[in-house]
């Protein structure tokens, strides 16, 4: 049985030195994954060690995924640096905590600290 997938993504990934790739999938944590392992050595974003998920946007449907994606393409890379850092201006890899344990909620980290009088 054929399930269709629940999301598309378009997404950029980046090298250390800022080097930039656009994909598209419906997959995003198993394909940044694959990015990240290098599943095909001879690949890009293998060749120039693009695997820093640093931008993403969720469509409900493939053919707007991809409809999006051949729009950021097309842009300068002046632009599509500008729609990064509006959103991630640390450049910060987006995927780095996936897989992670999340930490468990705990009241006392809330309250304010308590004020010492000497």
Aim: glycine share 4%; no cysteine; net charge positive.
């Amino acid at each position: 049985m054929n399930r269709t997938p629940e999301y598309a993504y378009v997404y950029i990934l980046s090298s250390k030195g800022k080097r930039l790739y656009i994909g598209v999938t419906t997959t995003l944590e198993k394909r940044i994954s694959e990015h990240k392992q290098k599943l095909h050595p001879n690949s890009f974003t293998a060749k120039y060690n693009i695997n820093q998920l640093v931008y993403f946007e969720q469509f409900s449907t493939i053919t707007a995924a991809i409809a999006r994606e051949k729009v950021l393409k097309g842009w300068i890379r002046y632009r599509k640096i500008a729609l990064i850092v509006s959103t991630n201006p640390d450049w910060r890899d987006l995927s780095a905590d996936w897989g992670k344990p999340i930490k468990p909620f705990n009241e006392i980290d809330l309250r304010p600290p308590e004020k010492f009088s000497f």
